[in-house]
């Protein structure tokens, strides 16, 4: 297979500054319609952790040389290695590992929304006075964590069944 | 330049950019398949776009403090989002060299290596400067912000 250069460099210039000039025209990722008025703004800077799981390919498919109209002829990414099932297990983990990093993020995320918005609403107050204030946010906050922990519980499991699959289909390579 | 003539612009250019950036990859995934289909990590460049503190401290004891902060939250999202492309790019180079070299030797495989280095090498360099110019604003989001304190 010929490898096709990337005629990226005479580009890259122009392409930097498209990037940055459409940045603040960049759609929120994911507004909270029950928390939309943090001091940090209404966005989200994470990557979608229940997204890492359908980015993973792992198959490829081809036209039935014999039959154009035929179904596609769907293989395995790693079928013809030697090592097929020991890449697959890798491509799995590697799922995983982008999954936990966008929740991560969405984790940490949370607990710099409720900090700023307890900063920002209680300034000044003590004790029991900084307790009551800071409550008001408190649900917001667990939603976010706990939203964030069960995308990470679903895209392990769909990371592994990915894995799985792509593992199948060593066995079924010729 | 009108704003949405200027950002019509820049997405025309922009995606024929990103064309060109992906070019190699997605030849690569349309005819052999490919270990992701999309990027699953942010973009730096629209990372800044999902703060808007620049106004959220005025009148408070704490302004600049708090100013300082909400830059800091919002580079250690660039940074956070670059970690991940750069292990992306690792990845997905790691990946593909090996299914693209596999059953090659001698020069053909040094040779099919050494491409794939250089792909490598360019993307992580597209990846730092993207990641200049994210912090780059994340920076002047935080000076706009110090900025309304002071003149309030």
């Not at chain 2, 250019?13 to 349309?30: I, P, Q, Y």
């Amino acid at each position: 297979m010929t490898r096709a250069p990337l005629p990226l460099l005479r580009l890259l210039p122009l392409c930097l500054a498209a990037l940055f000039a459409l940045a603040p025209l960049a759609a929120r990722a994911d507004e909270d319609p029950n928390d939309p008025n943090s001091p940090l703004g209404s966005g989200n800077p994470c990557f979608d952790a229940s997204k890492v799981a359908d980015s993973l390919s792992l198959e490829s498919s081809a036209e039935d040389p014999n039959d154009p109209n035929a179904p596609p002829i769907v293989t395995g990414f790693f079928s013809a290695l030697p090592d097929c099932a020991k890449l697959c297990d890798k491509a799995g983990k590697l799922c995983e590992t982008f999954a936990k990093r966008a929740a991560s993020c969405e984790t940490r995320y949370a607990d710099d929304r409720f900090r700023f918005n307890v900063r920002t609403e209680c300034e000044g107050l003590h004790g029991a006075d900084l307790k009551t204030c800071s409550q008001q946010f408190e649900s917001a906050h667990q939603t976010r964590s706990q939203r964030a922990a069960d995308k990470l519980a679903a895209v392990v499991s769909a990371c592994g069944t990915r894995s799985a699959d792509c593992a199948g289909r060593c066995n079924a390579a010729p | 330049m009108r704003l949405p003539e200027l950002a019509r612009a820049a997405l025309i250019v922009g995606l024929a950019c990103a064309s060109a950036l992906l070019a190699g990859g997605a030849a690569r995934a349309a005819g052999e398949g490919s270990l992701f289909r999309d990027m699953v990590c942010r973009d730096m460049a629209d990372i800044p776009g999902e703060f808007d503190f620049a106004n959220s401290f005025v009148g408070l004891a704490g302004c600049d403090r708090l100013c300082l902060d909400a830059t800091f939250v919002c580079l250690r999202a660039v940074t956070e989002a670059t970690t991940c492309q750069l292990a992306f790019a690792n990845d997905w180079i790691a990946f593909d060299s090996r299914l693209d070299c596999d059953g090659l030797s001698g020069t053909r495989l040094r040779d099919c290596k050494a491409g794939w280095a250089l792909d490598r090498q360019t993307w992580r360099a597209f990846i730092k400067n993207q990641r200049l110019f994210a912090a780059s604003s994340c920076l002047n989001a935080g000076s706009s912000c110090r900025g309304s304190c002071s003149g309030h």
